[in-house]
T-cell receptor, first 113, second 115 residues
Framework: AQTVTQSQPEMSVQEAETVTLSCTYD???????LFWYKQPPSRQMILVIR??????QNATENRFSVNFQKAAKSFSLKISDSQLGDTAMYFC??????????FGTGTSLTVIP | EAQVTQNPRYLITVTGKKLTVTCSQN?????MSWYRQDPGLGLRQIYY???????DKGDVPEGYKVSRKEKRNFPLILESPSPNQTSLYFC??????????????FGSGTRLTVV
């Protein structure tokens, strides 16, 4: 079975600084998809970024980028120039070709003014 | 606007009183799913549906029912709610095919309290 591990339950970062959230996963498959979701206090789940395993290039979306290390099964999220609105719970997620979807337990990020 | 509409947003009920949480999507997604979110446990899948009249159990199906009579709707039914079903519930939908897959679109959540 696939598992997704987020080893940092809570993190904090100063406004305008950079922070990296870690995520590791376990799979024996070669093709799959990885996601980061953001859940602000409004509790809405928002897709932040998506990575296809067969693409070597790391995905980026404005201030959000990932460091995808396929061999290490690692998928970290880097947030640059952190803003107060980035305060949220962040979930890493994995989807295999068989359409099974797995979430990590989340990292609570607080941006400090 | 492409969205998943979930109602109600908040619900307080008593043990044993049947309730339904509605979910509707307007993106023609084949795949729909219900999750519950509890502190420290992340999101756990309750039930999912790959298309009309096709549903299956997720990781925590006990005490829940679903139906998928139409592609757009996927209600969650609690026949006899108990306090351990107090949780935050999310409905989500996505395309079935992996190569079309941009992840889930989520509803806005239902905070359920069973007393």
């Amino acid at each position: 079975a696939q598992t997704v591990t987020q080893s940092q339950p809570e993190m904090s970062v100063q406004e305008a600084e950079t922070v990296t959230l870690s995520c590791t996963y376990d799979t024996s498959e070669n093709n799959y998809y990885l996601f980061w979701y953001k859940q602000p206090p409004s509790r809405q789940m928002i897709l932040v970024i998506r990575q296809e395993a067969y693409k070597q290039q790391n995905a980026t979306e404005n201030r959000f980028s990932v460091n995808f290390q396929k061999a290490a099964k690692s998928f970290s999220l880097k947030i640059s120039d952190s803003q107060l609105g980035d305060t949220a719970m962040y979930f890493c997620a994995f989807m295999n070709i068989g359409n099974q979807f797995y979430f990590g337990t989340g990292t609570s990020l607080t941006v400090i003014p | 606007e492409a969205q998943v509409t979930q109602n109600p947003r908040y619900l307080i009920t008593v043990t044993g009183k049947k309730l339904t949480v509605t979910c509707s999507q307007n993106m023609n997604h084949e795949y729909m799913s219900w999750y519950r979110q509890d502190p420290g446990l992340g999101l756990r899948q309750i039930y999912y549906s790959m298309n009309v009249e096709v549903t299956d159990k997720g990781d925590v199906p006990e005490g829940y029912k679903v139906s998928r009579k139409e592609k757009r709707n996927f209600p969650l039914i609690l026949e006899s709610p108990s306090p351990n079903q107090t949780s935050l519930y999310f409905c989500a939908s996505r395309y079935y095919r992996a190569d079309q897959n941009y992840g889930y679109t989520f509803g806005s959540g239902t905070r359920l309290t069973v007393v």
